[in-house]
Structure formats: structure tokens, C-alpha cells
């Protein structure tokens, strides 16, 4: 089973950047699709982006395309998520998520398919 553990949210000024770290444990990391997810206060949790187990396939909300990169090292254990060119609006607490994946190629976008969480990290962007 693994486990996930999140680093590197903060308070950050709009227009600036922040680097997510997912950092995993046990033996089948490279086995799982990944997924970045994100809650606001009083809102759903929302999908953000997700990446395949060898990182080839990679999808984005349409809110955070173009401004935010998910990648994977498998050798590391860890997924991250680079954002860049922050808004107000992009401010909530952010999970990573494994699920399982039957084929190298899939990418899920629900949260109710991924059945491991990390804690969260809280991003906070200041106008």
C-alpha cells in the first residue's frame, strides 16, 4: 500500500510560483496514475491534473492549463506539481491521490477513483 505525503504549499504573492511535492512510499509507486486535487473553503474538492504511471499521458483542468506542470520521477517516488503564474482563486488546500491503473497509458480525473490520499498542503495566493 502506499502512502503519500505532501510538502511545499505557503503564502505567495498573484503571479508567483510554488512547487508541490508528493513524496510516496512503498513498493508499487510506479505502478499508480497520479493526481494533483484541490478544495477551497465551502467548495467541492476539484480535479487539478493527473499523470500516468510512466508519466507519458498527462491531463489538466482547464483552470490550470498553461500555468501548472505535473511530473513524476519514479525513481524518487514522487509526483510534483509546478505552479506558476498564481491567482487568488487558485488558494485551497491540495491532495495528491494514487489510483490503481491497469495499463501504462491511463489518466483518471475523479477523485472517487483514486483510493489513496495524502494529508494536504495548504496554497495560499495573496492579490
Known amino acids: 500500500q502506499v502512502q503519500l505525503v505532501e510538502s511545499g504549499g505557503g503564502l505567495v504573492q498573484a503571479g508567483g510560483s510554488l512547487r508541490l511535492s508528493c513524496a510516496a512510499s512503498?513498493?508499487?509507486?510506479?505502478?499508480?496514475?497520479m493526481g494533483w486535487f484541490r478544495q477551497a473553503p465551502d467548495k467541492e474538492r476539484e480535479f487539478v491534473a493527473a499523470i500516468s504511471r510512466s508519466g507519458g499521458s498527462i491531463y489538466y483542468a482547464d483552470s490550470v492549463k498553461g500555468r501548472f506542470t505535473i511530473s513524476r520521477d519514479n525513481a524518487k517516488n514522487t509526483v510534483y506539481l509546478q505552479m506558476n503564474n498564481l491567482k487568488p482563486e487558485d488558494t485551497a488546500v491540495y491532495y495528491c491521490a494514487a489510483t490503481s491503473v491497469l495499463r501504462s497509458g491511463v489518466v483518471k480525473i475523479s477523485h472517487a477513483e483514486y483510493d489513496t490520499w495524502g494529508q494536504g498542503t495548504q496554497v495560499t495566493v495573496s492579490s
Open positions: 512503498g513498493r508499487t509507486f510506479s505502478l499508480r496514475g
